[in-house]
C-alpha cells in the first residue's frame, strides 16, 4: 500500500470522476439512475464556488479511487461537519487499504477545519461496507430515517 497518492481533483479529472461515478453506480445496482454528464460535473465541482470536493486515489500510478464530500452543519454542536457522498475503490484495488487511507485522509481535513462530525450512508445490502465502519469505530444511527425529495416534489412543493 505504500505506492498511492490521494490528490484533490482538478477540472482535467472530469471524464474519470464520470467513469467513477459510474462504476460506483454499477456495484451499488443503479447504474440506470445516473445522468451526469461530463458538463455537470465540470460545472457543478469545479465553477468559481463548487459546494463539494473530490480526491482522487491513485495506485501504481493508475487512477484507483475517488472520494466525493461537502460540508454540512451540526446545529447542536454549532459546527460544520463532512458529509461523504461517494467513497469508491475499483475493485482491482480493493484490499490493499485504500478505503481507510480515504477515510484518514478525509478525518486529517477535518480536523484542520475544526469539524464536528463525519457522516455518510450506507446501502443496507453492503455487508462488506457496513463491516468496514464499524471496524473503524462508526456508530450506524438507528433513531434516524433519510427521507428524500425529488426533483418534480421540489418544484410541486415550491411551486404551490
Not at 471524464?15 to 461530463?38: G, P, S, W
Not at 450512508?121 to 438507528?142: H, R, T, V
Request: proline share 2%; aromatic share 14%.
Amino acid at each position: 500500500m505504500n505506492n498511492y497518492i490521494i490528490r484533490k481533483a482538478d477540472k482535467t479529472d472530469s471524464n474519470l470522476i464520470l467513469t467513477f461515478i459510474r462504476e460506483l453506480a454499477e456495484y451499488e445496482q443503479m447504474l440506470d439512475k445516473v445522468t451526469a454528464k461530463i458538463e455537470d460535473i465540470e460545472k457543478t465541482l469545479f465553477s468559481n464556488n463548487p459546494k463539494a470536493e473530490v480526491l482522487i486515489l491513485e495506485a501504481d500510478n493508475k487512477p484507483a479511487g475517488f472520494a466525493l464530500f461537502f460540508h454540512n452543519y451540526s446545529t447542536f454542536l454549532c459546527k460544520y461537519g463532512i458529509y461523504i457522498e461517494d467513497i469508491y475503490v475499483r475493485e482491482e484495488f480493493r484490499g490493499r487499504g485504500f478505503g481507510k487511507a480515504f477515510f484518514k485522509h478525509i478525518c486529517k481535513i477535518a480536523v484542520e477545519r475544526d469539524c464536528g462530525r463525519v457522516e455518510w450512508w450506507c446501502l443496507d445490502w453492503n455487508k462488506p461496507s457496513i463491516d468496514f465502519y464499524l471496524k473503524l469505530g462508526a456508530e450506524p444511527m438507528q433513531d434516524w430515517t433519510v427521507y428524500r425529495l425529488n426533483k418534480e416534489d421540489i418544484e410541486k412543493i415550491a411551486n404551490n
